[in-house]
């Protein structure tokens, strides 16, 4: 298949004119590698991690002196008070449920100010009836949509002043939705805006598939917590499963004991030998993300100069490793991820099928050729089959394996 491909040479001339086109927007990313690196370097040296922390424990795994170590460096690395970095996560959205029910209670309110979140949040929330969701324990679920692209600020204000909010749900990424994902300056601007008119609300940013995108994390603009998966960019594909936790110490308690036990917090949870990949995965998260992001920019560019609708486009500034590609065609939305499948490492072979998938409402593509189930970080390209029949690729552990994968995604719907 892929040397079938190189034979198209309309498509390497159009693939080289790209390259040349995105290098300044490529040499930006680069900064920000650099910088997260440096960051990311100090940490380990900070916090002195040695062969030794690769050791594990088992059972209830006490004085597991590696694990309290990652989460050490997870600490500095996002200026938080506190982290909660554990295999016992399952997933961001997993993540995402240990907050929400370690910190809030009956009666409590939780308050989206991006829309409704992710489809997998519905039956956890409530939005979709659930023995187990927090609507079941009468805490209540209220949202406030975007206004082009940013906050609503006049509701945001008024649902302040009329009810104690207990907790803020941020989600920065976009999701299955038409959106634009949420920049950490206007994450700062609203943050502000809200601990001037309620000081005690916690705001809890969902992080996932923005980590290290730029030189800024959301504890260090005033954030409360911080939540995200480790088989997306913290875990540069090194990960096996996971999640972490950032934030003030108190409320990194009441996660770690919604997790484990009451009265035992951080104190147990056996490493299992996961130690040696969730160092790697975030020693190596910067230069992986910022691989990601050039597949980004590159498929942005190529697709937009063959007249693909795409966000965001390739010269804007990133918020996250998401390239939406907008195909309005549900038949050539289904050519590009199976072009992506042929061209991954793992499953090549396999033709993907829009198929119903828990927690979400409509059938779903799914391309993920990856080494990892589920990992975001490794290049995958999903959607809804929804009208405008939107892809969603994100990562890419080397640049050069995504654009051979895109190359071929183009070849695939060229020959329609």
Do not use: W
């Not at 790209?18 to 930006?28: L, V």
């Not at 779903?364 to 959607?383: H, N, P, Y």
């Amino acid at each position: 298949m892929l040397d079938k491909l190189y034979l198209n040479k309309e498509l390497i001339s159009l693939s080289k004119k790209t390259e040349e086109k995105i290098k300044p927007y490529i040499n930006k990313i680069d900064d920000i590698v650099e910088f997260n690196s440096f960051k990311v370097l100090k940490a380990f040296i900070d916090n002195e991690i040695c062969e030794s922390d690769f050791s594990y424990t088992t059972g209830y795994g006490y004085n597991d002196i590696g694990r309290d170590k990652i989460e050490k460096v997870y600490s500095q690395i996002f200026k938080s008070e506190d982290a909660l970095v554990r295999s016992q996560i399952i997933s961001g959205t997993h993540a995402i449920t240990i907050a929400l029910f370690a910190l809030l209670r009956p009666n409590d309110i939780l308050l989206s100010i991006t829309g409704k979140p992710y489809d997998t949040l519905d039956e956890v929330i409530g939005i979709k009836e659930n023995g187990s969701s927090l609507k079941s324990y009468n805490i209540n679920y209220e949202q406030i949509d975007l206004i082009d692209n940013d906050f609503n600020y006049k509701e945001i204000e008024k649902k302040l002043k009329s009810n104690f909010i207990k907790l803020i749900e941020i989600q920065r990424s976009k999701g299955y939705s038409t959106r634009k994902s949420i920049s950490i300056e206007k994450t700062e601007k609203v943050i502000k805006f809200i601990k001037k008119i309620s000081p005690n609300t916690i705001i809890m940013i969902d992080n996932c598939y923005c980590e290290f995108v730029t030189k800024k994390e959301p504890i260090e603009i005033g954030a409360d917590l911080v939540v995200g998966s480790l088989i997306k960019n913290l875990g540069a594909g090194m990960v096996k499963n996971g999640g972490y936790i950032c934030g003030e110490s108190n409320l990194i308690k009441l996660c770690a004991e919604r997790l484990n036990v009451p009265g035992e917090a951080k104190e147990v949870g056996p490493s299992l030998d996961a130690n040696r990949s969730l160092l790697m995965g975030i020693f190596m998260a910067p230069k992986i993300v910022g691989e990601a992001l050039k597949t980004s920019i590159f498929t942005s560019q190529i697709l937009e100069d063959l007249k693909y609708d795409v966000e965001p486009k390739a010269n804007e500034d990133r918020v996250d490793i998401v390239q939406n590609i907008i195909f309005n065609n549900e038949h050539t939305m289904i050519k590009y991820c199976e072009g992506i499948q042929q061209a991954s490492p793992i499953d090549s072979n396999v033709i993907p099928i829009p198929s119903p998938m828990p927690g979400y409402k409509d059938k779903v593509i799914m391309a993920a050729g990856t080494f990892t189930q589920g990992s975001s970080i490794e290049l995958s390209c999903d959607g809804p089959l929804r009208s405008p029949y939107i892809a969603y690729q994100q990562g890419a552990l080397t640049y050069y394996y995504g654009k051979i994968a895109v190359l071929n995604a183009i070849s695939k719907i060229n020959k329609m």
